[in-house]
Structure formats: structure tokens, C-alpha cells
């Protein structure tokens, strides 16, 4: 009976040896990345697995001798022999190939690639899953960010290393959940954040979008960049693929496609690899990053799982992004990101009212989870150095304190600066305009420290060159913040430029120009009380109800032939409408910030003049209306317009009237978006107009020469007015428009790049611009303009 119970025993023992589970890590032996995707097989059958995106694997029955051989594109094969010591955990450590290919212009394995690809373009919208009735999931997402050493002396990585106290740089963790409704409804709540060094991180909501969700749609951007994705309609003419490998089981097949652009194809384009699944031909993984290298490199993987034996559905996300030259080239900073998705539930029976157009929000408990919530949540367990990370950073955040930095933060993206109770208000700080030469002055507003439901502001400013005061002050009520709900009381004594009422107050941004070369300006005093709220998502409202009194700083004299004067008061009812149509926000940093629309964005602007209320001289309805899209198009570029209209049904006083649409000035010889660029700043004058401004930008399309890759823009300019009463407005020098205004321009960014903080460049180009048509001048010289430019790029 002994001798029975031993044999069985052992046969345990074997059996329980013989189908031992296998995990391990495949990685590359120089930098101990881990290589996702990499195909590891017992070998002399047709068993295999495939790493994920991090790198593991595991053999659920890997039996005593047997031979585990792991390939991965551009590597030599490794190959690892099972025994009793080494079967726990294995590192497959895989050396770069140095071998190179030859050169095939057109092979039969190129030629079955193109069909593969063929088929999953052709399936694209059945396998997209943002093309799904609807979903639902959660996320746990990690990212560190790190300096990478590329020193070839490893004494200097351990000092290094030893500096920053042998923890990362920089380590944040959330928790998310989403909800989607086709075909563009999306809403993800971050219920959990925690970010070293930070008790109160209000931006990490923004660390939820450094990747596309999919792999489907026809442009993948990184980084305001839209590069061709390479399973668009067309790609085949854009790209060249080759199967690199061939993996097979029971029920289906996997092909492992490179890619790259073709040469001599000027196009934003990637590289990387494709792993075709036979079952629906869908993207099962993928690894991209730019084909080209520029200041900061990205590369991604995406790993897809079969949910329901029918839909290919997102199940880890990575990506790497790399300063190259920041801080400097043998150092450069990373940052290194992971989501796992569980939890998915598809084609579930939402409703639209479950969704806003806030598509992240931050949970205001999201920093205040316990350990015992992370340890449900987290997908994989904090690493010995990244629990050094959180004690290190958060202790060197709390003696520096960093959330005062971020408060900082803030109140920039606002325009202002804070101080304890108030906020300087840096819109109002340092003025320059042709008028003043420089306003000296600054403005200043309570905060959330003296009152959340009030603000108190108001300004002072010294003009140099006028030698005149201005000042002005203003109470806000905050009635809801959901809303953006605010009651408000003004009061100024300000100057503003002719012609800029209305819409043109649209275009008041940090890169707009134009305010520069102002000189021509009317002086008002001025009281009002407003309203401003946001209503059914998309439109912003913006009411005022005001009584201005205004005098011209120009020699100027208004007569209609019943009155003559040359200051008046204005009472007025003033209406400003912006609708964003589907417009998406981040909630971040204690504000909304718009990701923008891919629909138009239309702005009107309606005032209406009371004649007797409040001793009004003037009694007119003036509307103006504008409309703006960019359309992006695949191999195209981008498009880009400006329509502008407005009308007077009165003889008013030129300040009141359109004007100030041109920005031609010798003396500042930058392009100004949306303004004749060949027209000085008063040239005409109108009380009914119309303008369009349109221009395509042709990106990186028409020249690429290594470094040297200019970006060409073409524009066409064109516009209409006309002037009731001429013989109204007194002792100024005005023209009218009553043909067309017609302008051409050439623009071509990117002549000169020079090194921005190793981070990005600053580019510099030019353009000229032909002025033709009716109001040609007689001299051709006269016609032309020539202008610079200034932008900021990654390439």
C-alpha cells in the first residue's frame, strides 16, 4: 500500500512540474525597456503567447525541458530551456539585430500585406468602438515621469540616480470612469487622483488625453500634429508595409505588419507595427510614434481584447513621450503612461440627458481616497521605488509647497496673478498701443481667499504719451459656477479704439496684434450693470445695460443736419452671443477649458440705442454677425475661415460706425489673423459691410528636405461695405468699400527655427500679401506687402 502511495505522489509531483506555470518579462538587454507584443512559443508546436504592453507573459502549461523561443521585430531570436530552477520568473533579455535587410522594391509577402491591410480598412467602421451604440468603463492610469541617462558611463547614472534620492522625478495615479454614446457623447469622471508632491492636484484631470482612445480614426494627433493613420482609405499609396511574422493557432491567424511612409511622400506620416487578427481583421496591437524625429518624441501601444466573441474593444493603453534635448540630450526628461481598462459593458441603453459637454471631470473627493480604496483599484502594485516616490516628493512638496505653484498656475491661464486676497489683473498691467505708447497702470481683483460668491475689482493706468488717467472698477456676484452665472456693476473712465465694439471684441487674444498698432480712439465714461451665463451647453450669453458718455480724441464732428456735436451720450442695451456647437471642456485647474469644436462657431453681437433714457442722444438697432470653422482634411490640410457681416439702421456718430479692419502699419510688420493685411487700420468706414477671410494651411504636405521644412499657407481676403450719409462725419479722412476689397497672400512658416528651452521650436517666416482688384493703387510696389511671422512647433 506504502509503495502504491509513493508512486502516486510522484506521479503528483510530475504532474504538477510538467504543467508548471510560466511567467516572465521579455526586455531590451541594453536599456531593460520592456518590448510589448514580443511572441513567445514552446518550440516544434504551434503554442504561443504574446507579452502585453508591459512587457509579461505567461505559459499556463510549460512542461520540464521544453524550449521557449521569443521573437520580436528588429531583435535577434532568444530562445530559454525549462528546468526546475528557472521556471518561477524569466527575463528574456533580446538583442537589437545589426543585421540589414536588402532592399525589395516589390516582393509577394509586400503584396499580401497591402491586401491584409486592404481588409482592415475595409472592416474600420465595424471594428471601430467608438462606432459601438454605446459603452462603458473603468480605467486605472499611471504615469511617472523620469530623467533617462544616456550616458555611456554607468558611474554617472548612479550619481544621478543618488541625486534625486533614488525615486522618480515626478508619479501620479487616477481612477477613472467613462460612459460613451455614439456617435460623439462622452463623459469621464476621475474619482480618484493622487500626484506626488501634491495634496490638492486640481490639473489631473488633463492626464486622461495624451493618446487617441483607438486606433481607427483617419488622423492620429500627437501634439496639435495630425498624422495619416496607416489603416485610412489611401494608405497604401502613403505607406510601406511588410509582415515581419505570421503566428497561427487553433482559430485564427495574426499578422505582424511593419510600417512606414514611403519615400518621397510628403505627408505628417508613422512608423511601427500592426498585429492583424484573421478575426474580423482587426487591429488586435499596435505600436506607432512619428515617423520623424522632433523636439519630443512619442511613441504608443495599444493592446485590443475580444469582449462578447465579437467586438475588438481597448484593454491597455501605454505611451512614452521623450524630451530629446530637455534637459539636456545625455539626460533627457520622460514620461511614461499606463491605462488598464476594465469593467467594459457594451451597447448599454443610455440616455443623452446622462451627459454634459464637460467630457473630464474631476471629482471634488478624487484626492481624498484612502489606501483601501487604491488597493481595490490599482491593476498592478506600486513598485519598492515608487512607494520611495510618493514619501520623497510628497515631503519635498510640502516643505516647498507646490500647491501654492499650481495656484499660481492657475490664475495665469486667467490672465491674472495672485497675491493673498487679490489677484493682479495682468490684461490691465503694461498697455501698448499707438495712442498711449505705454499705459503704466495694473488691476487688481478680490479672490476666493476674501469671498467665493463676490469679487471687487478695478484698474488705474497712466498713459505716456496722452499723459491721461483711466480707472475703472467693477462687482461681480458669482451666482453659479455650473452655470457660469454672474451678475455685474461696472463703472470706467477708459478709452477704446474706434470701430471696436461688437464682434471685433472676439478676437481680443494673447497673439492678437492688432491692439498694437491702434491710434484712433474714442474717451468714455461709462456705468452698467451686466449678465453673463451659459445656457443648454453651447450658448454663452453676455447682457449689459449701460449708459456712456463718450468724446472723441480726434479732430472730429458729427452732423446730421438736424444736430451737430461732437461728444455724445449713448444708452444702450447690448447683447453678445457666442454658440460653440458641441464645443467639449476639460474641468481642470478649477475652470473649464474648451477643447475646441469641429463644428462652426458663430458670434452676434446686438445693441440696441435709446434716444431720452438716461439723456441719450441716439436711437439705432446694430447687429453684426461673424462665423469661424478649421476643417481638417486628410492629405489636404487644414482650412480655415472668417465671415463677418454687420448693419446700422441709423446715422451714427464714427465711433459707432465699422471700421478698424485693416492692420497694414510699417512699423509693425507682423501678419494679424483675421485683418486686410494690405489695408491701413481706418482706411474705410461703413455702416452695412461684409468680410471673409480664408486661408488653407498645407502643413509639412509640399516640402519636406531633412530639418528644413517649411509650412505654406495661401490666403484670400475679401470684403464689402457701404456708407449711408457721408456728408455726416466732419474733418476725419475716411474711404468706403462699396466694391470688393480683394487681397492675396503667400505665407511660409518655418524659414528659421531656433531652440526653444530645448523643449520646442521657435519659428520664424514670412509672407507677402497683393492687393488687386478696384482699390488697387495705382503703383505695384504700393500693392505689395511683405510680413512676418512667429510660431511655436514640436518638429
Given at each position: 500500500m506504502k509503495y502504491k502511495f509513493a508512486f502516486f505522489v510522484y506521479l503528483f509531483l510530475n504532474i504538477s512540474y510538467g504543467q508548471a506555470l510560466l511567467q516572465g518579462t521579455v526586455v531590451d538587454k541594453e536599456t531593460k525597456q520592456p518590448l510589448a507584443f514580443a511572441n513567445l512559443s514552446i518550440k516544434n508546436t504551434n503554442i504561443y503567447v504574446m507579452s502585453d504592453v508591459n512587457g509579461k507573459f505567461t505559459f499556463t502549461n510549460v512542461s520540464k525541458n521544453e524550449v521557449i523561443v521569443c521573437s520580436y521585430v528588429g531583435y535577434e531570436i532568444g530562445e530559454f530551456q525549462v528546468n526546475e530552477e528557472n521556471s518561477k520568473k524569466v527575463v528574456f533579455e533580446l538583442t537589437l539585430s545589426h543585421n540589414e535587410l536588402p532592399v525589395v522594391v516589390v516582393n509577394a509577402t509586400d503584396y499580401l500585406a497591402n491586401q491584409i491591410i486592404t481588409k482592415v480598412i475595409a472592416n474600420k467602421e465595424k471594428n471601430n468602438p467608438e462606432h459601438l451604440k454605446s459603452f462603458q468603463y473603468s480605467s486605472y492610469n499611471k504615469i511617472i515621469c523620469d530623467y533617462k541617462s544616456l550616458s555611456e558611463n554607468k558611474n554617472d547614472s548612479i550619481k544621478f540616480r543618488k541625486k534625486i534620492k533614488e525615486s522618480h522625478f515626478f508619479m501620479m495615479e487616477s481612477v477613472t470612469e467613462r460612459k460613451f454614446m455614439s456617435p460623439d457623447l462622452s463623459n469621464e469622471v476621475v474619482i480618484a487622483t493622487r500626484v506626488s508632491g501634491f495634496k490638492d492636484p486640481t490639473f489631473a484631470s488633463i492626464a486622461t488625453d495624451f493618446q487617441p482612445f483607438s486606433f481607427y480614426n483617419d488622423n492620429i494627433k500627437f501634439f496639435n500634429v495630425n498624422?495619416?493613420?496607416?489603416?485610412?482609405?489611401?494608405?497604401?499609396?502613403?505607406?510601406?508595409?511588410?509582415?515581419?511574422?505570421?503566428?497561427?493557432?487553433?482559430?485564427?491567424?495574426i499578422y505582424i505588419i511593419s510600417y512606414k511612409p514611403r519615400a518621397h511622400k510628403n505627408f505628417d506620416g508613422l512608423k511601427g507595427l500592426l498585429y492583424i487578427n484573421t478575426k474580423k481583421y482587426a487591429v488586435q496591437n499596435v505600436i506607432a510614434s512619428p515617423a520623424e524625429k522632433g523636439r519630443i518624441d512619442i511613441k504608443i501601444q495599444q493592446k485590443y481584447a475580444l469582449n462578447d466573441e465579437e467586438y475588438w474593444f481597448p484593454e491597455q493603453l501605454n505611451f512614452a513621450i521623450q524630451l530629446n534635448d530637455y534637459p539636456n540630450p545625455k539626460r533627457p526628461l520622460t514620461l511614461?503612461?499606463?491605462?488598464?481598462i476594465t469593467n467594459v459593458k457594451l451597447n448599454l441603453p443610455l440616455d443623452k440627458k446622462q451627459f454634459s459637454n464637460q467630457v473630464v471631470v474631476l471629482d471634488e473627493h478624487a484626492a481624498a481616497r484612502d489606501s483601501v480604496f487604491w488597493d481595490k483599484h490599482r491593476v498592478e502594485s506600486l513598485s519598492s521605488i515608487d512607494k520611495k516616490t510618493y514619501r520623497v516628493i510628497d515631503s519635498i512638496g510640502a516643505k516647498m509647497n507646490f500647491d501654492s505653484y499650481l495656484s499660481i498656475m492657475e490664475k495665469l491661464m486667467q490672465n491674472r496673478f495672485p497675491l493673498k486676497y487679490v489677484d493682479i489683473d495682468l490684461s490691465k498691467t503694461l498697455m501698448v498701443n499707438k495712442y498711449e505708447n505705454l499705459r503704466i497702470g495694473t488691476g487688481f481683483y478680490t479672490n476666493d481667499r476674501f469671498a467665493k460668491k463676490i469679487s471687487i475689482g478695478g484698474f488705474l493706468g497712466y498713459g505716456i504719451k496722452d499723459e491721461q488717467v483711466k480707472y475703472g472698477g467693477e462687482v461681480i456676484v458669482k451666482v453659479s459656477k455650473k452655470n457660469e452665472f454672474n451678475l455685474g456693476l461696472q463703472y470706467q473712465n477708459n478709452l477704446i479704439e474706434t470701430g471696436y465694439l461688437g464682434i471685433q471684441s472676439s478676437?481680443?487674444?494673447?497673439?492678437?496684434?492688432?491692439?498694437?498698432?491702434?491710434?484712433?480712439?474714442?474717451?468714455?465714461?461709462?456705468?452698467?450693470?451686466?449678465?453673463?451665463?451659459?445656457?443648454?451647453?453651447?450658448?454663452?450669453?453676455?447682457?449689459?445695460?449701460?449708459?456712456?458718455?463718450?468724446?472723441?480724441?480726434?479732430?472730429?464732428?458729427?452732423?446730421?443736419?438736424?444736430?451737430?456735436?461732437?461728444?455724445?451720450k449713448n444708452s444702450t442695451l447690448d447683447l453678445n452671443l457666442r454658440f460653440a456647437y458641441k464645443e467639449k471642456f476639460i474641468s481642470?485647474?478649477?475652470?473649464?477649458?474648451?477643447?475646441?469644436?469641429?463644428?462652426?462657431?458663430?458670434?452676434i453681437s446686438y445693441s440696441r440705442g435709446f434716444k431720452n433714457l438716461f439723456e441719450g442722444n441716439l436711437n439705432y438697432n446694430k447687429i453684426e454677425l461673424a462665423i469661424e470653422q478649421s476643417v481638417f482634411t486628410k492629405n489636404l490640410g487644414t482650412t480655415t475661415y472668417r465671415a463677418e457681416a454687420g448693419y446700422v439702421d441709423q446715422s451714427l456718430p464714427y465711433g459707432l460706425l465699422f471700421t478698424g479692419e485693416g492692420s497694414y502699419d510699417k512699423s509693425v510688420v507682423l501678419i494679424m489673423k483675421n485683418t486686410f493685411q494690405t489695408m491701413t487700420p481706418y482706411e474705410f468706414l461703413s455702416d452695412k459691410y461684409v468680410?471673409?477671410?480664408?486661408?488653407?494651411?498645407?502643413?509639412?504636405?509640399?516640402?519636406?528636405?531633412?530639418?528644413?521644412?517649411?509650412?505654406?499657407?495661401?490666403?484670400?481676403?475679401?470684403?464689402?461695405g457701404a456708407l449711408s450719409d457721408?456728408?455726416?462725419?466732419?474733418?476725419?479722412?475716411?474711404?468706403?468699400?462699396?466694391?470688393l476689397f480683394l487681397e492675396t497672400g503667400l505665407q511660409v512658416d518655418n524659414l528659421i527655427k531656433i531652440n526653444c528651452l530645448n523643449i520646442a521650436n521657435i519659428g520664424f517666416g514670412a509672407g507677402t500679401y497683393y492687393r488687386y482688384g478696384y482699390y488697387a493703387n495705382p503703383e505695384f510696389k504700393d500693392n505689395l506687402v511683405f510680413k512676418f511671422t512667429l510660431n511655436f512647433s514640436i518638429k
Open positions: 498624422y495619416l493613420n496607416p489603416i485610412s482609405k489611401g494608405s497604401i499609396k502613403k505607406y510601406k508595409f511588410h509582415i515581419e511574422d505570421t503566428l497561427t493557432n487553433e482559430k485564427d491567424t511614461d503612461g499606463k491605462t488598464y478676437l481680443n487674444d494673447f497673439f492678437n496684434f492688432r491692439k498694437f498698432i491702434g491710434y484712433q480712439y474714442d474717451q468714455f465714461n461709462q456705468i452698467g450693470v451686466s449678465i453673463h451665463f451659459r445656457s443648454f451647453n453651447y450658448f454663452l450669453w453676455d447682457l449689459r445695460l449701460n449708459q456712456t458718455k463718450t468724446n472723441p480724441k480726434y479732430n472730429y464732428e458729427f452732423n446730421n443736419g438736424s444736430q451737430s456735436y461732437t461728444g455724445y481642470s485647474l478649477n475652470q473649464n477649458i474648451s477643447i475646441g469644436t469641429q463644428y462652426p462657431v458663430v458670434f468680410n471673409l477671410f480664408l486661408s488653407h494651411n498645407f502643413g509639412g504636405l509640399l516640402f519636406k528636405k531633412n530639418k528644413f521644412q517649411p509650412i505654406l499657407s495661401w490666403h484670400n481676403n475679401l470684403g464689402w457721408l456728408t455726416h462725419h466732419k474733418f476725419v479722412a475716411f474711404k468706403t468699400k462699396t466694391k
